[in-house]
Structure formats: structure tokens, C-alpha cells
T-cell receptor, first 117, second 110 residues
Framework: GAGVSQSPSNKVTEKGKDVELRCDPI?????LYWYRQSLGQGLEFLIY????????KSGLPSDRFSAERTGGSVSTLTIQRTQQEDSAVYLC???????????????FGPGTRLTVL | SQKIEQNSEALNIQEGKTATLTCNYT??????LQWYRQDPGRGPVFLLL???NEKEKRKERLKVTFDTTLKQSLFHITASQPADSATYLC?????????WGAGTKLIIKP
């Protein structure tokens, strides 16, 4: 079956521009996560969705970052007025549920590499 | 706050030997701990999950242990192969999300 897909795979933008990143989770997965990974670093949690709702937005670095999920499926992460420090790989993951304390494995997409010039 | 610590230095192992990677956590013991593999330019791929009440979990050449006294998990790859070269991440379950270590790069030399 199809895994998690993300688009675009690469995005180069100029400082100050807005960008939109898309994630298509595995069908039937109710939980969706966005992470950011800088070169050689671990995963930085940004936001998660359970269905269409986002109970926890505390990981978003600033109010320039927002995310939504419609129909319990596709999610978009929007970064407004991009800055050079936003350059990173943005990873999306989905899982069957959040369960009790993370009993479910997460399935990751290939990521979107964002470069802000 | 809870932290996950992995050795940031790359681990070089001769092919055929057993590779052992360490994951230490602070504060409370997680109910679950997960291990993932990440290749360059790809997202992490799930390998194994171990529960707090499990001492050991195996899958083919992989073995994970969980020591709540030491607050540590060890990840072993036996009969290592060059194809096992990758970065290995451990993640602690915390409510609805995972807290991630920075990963350890494993290099298997032929």
C-alpha cells in the first residue's frame, strides 16, 4: 500500500516569502505529526493532529507557522514570511492512533527540504 | 523536562561484529521506547518497540533491551553488514507524542 507522501520534495524560496508544505498520510491513520530536522540534528516536534483537531500546537516555533488538516487526511504546514533559520527538512508522520503513551509506531514521509535564501 | 541522549559520535564497527548503540533517558521511565533507522535523505523507519515491563525484544538480527534501573536502552545488531550503516534513533513515548534522541551514526566497515 501507499506510504506517507510529502510535496514538494525540495523547496527553495526567498526570505520573506510564504511556503506551503503538504502531507498525505496513510489512509486510515488518525494521528498525523509534523517534525523539523536540521542537518545532523534530531527531530523537533512541531504539531500533531488527532483527526482534524490539533490538541497541541506548543511545538510551533513562532506564529509564522501554522498547520491544518482537512477531512482527517491531508495536512498542510504553512510558514509565513520565511526566515533563513527556517531552512531544514520538514518531516510528516502518521500513525494508527496516539494510544497510551505512544504505543503506535510512526510512519514517515520522505520529507520536504526547505531552503530559504 | 524529559530528555533522550544518544552518543553523537559515529560508531565504527567491523563487518560481522555486533554493534551496540546506547539510549539514555532522564527522569521518568517511559511506558514504551521505540527505535528507528534513518538513511540519508529519507524519513525514519520503525524497527522495534519495547515496553517498560519487557527486558528484551528481538527481531531477526536486532535486539533491544530496556533497563529501567539504569534508565537505558541498548540496541544490538548482530552479524553486522555494511547495509546496516545508517543513523539509528531512539524515541521515548510521552503521552501522544515521541521525544527523540539526536541519533547515532553507525558505520559498518567491510
Amino acid at each position: 500500500g501507499a506510504g506517507v507522501s510529502q510535496s514538494p520534495s525540495n523547496k527553495v524560496t526567498e526570505k520573506g516569502k510564504d511556503v506551503e508544505l503538504r502531507c498525505d498520510p496513510i489512509s486510515g491513520h488518525t494521528a498525523l505529526y509534523w517534525y523539523r530536522q536540521s542537518l545532523g540534528q534530531g527531530l523537533e516536534f512541531l504539531i500533531y493532529f488527532q483527526g482534524n483537531s490539533a490538541p497541541d500546537k506548543s511545538g510551533l516555533p513562532s506564529d509564522r507557522f501554522s498547520a491544518e488538516r482537512t477531512g482527517g487526511s491531508v495536512s498542510t504546514l504553512t510558514i509565513q514570511r520565511t526566515q533563513q533559520e527556517d531552512s531544514a527538512v520538514y518531516l510528516c508522520a502518521s500513525s494508527l492512533g496516539t494510544g497510551t503513551s505512544g504505543a503506535y509506531e510512526q510512519f514517515f514521509g520522505p520529507g520536504t527540504r526547505l531552503t530559504v535564501l | 523536562s524529559q530528555k533522550i541522549e544518544q552518543n553523537s559520535e559515529a560508531l565504527n564497527i567491523q563487518e560481522g561484529k555486533t554493534a551496540t548503540l546506547t539510549c539514555n533517558y532522564t527522569n521518568y521511565s517511559p511506558a514504551y521506547l521505540q527505535w528507528y533507522r534513518q538513511d540519508p535523505g529519507r524519513g525514519p523507519v520503525f524497527l522495534l518497540l519495547i515496553r517498560e515491563n519487557e527486558k528484551e525484544k528481538r527481531k531477526e538480527r536486532l535486539k533491544v533491551t530496556f533497563d529501567t534501573t539504569l534508565k537505558q536502552s541498548l540496541f544490538h545488531i548482530t552479524a553486522s553488514q555494511p547495509a546496516d550503516s545508517a543513523t539509528y534513533l531512539c524515541a521515548q513515548a510521552s503521552n501522544y507524542q515521541l521525544i527523540w534522541g539526536a541519533g547515532t551514526k553507525l558505520i559498518i566497515k567491510p
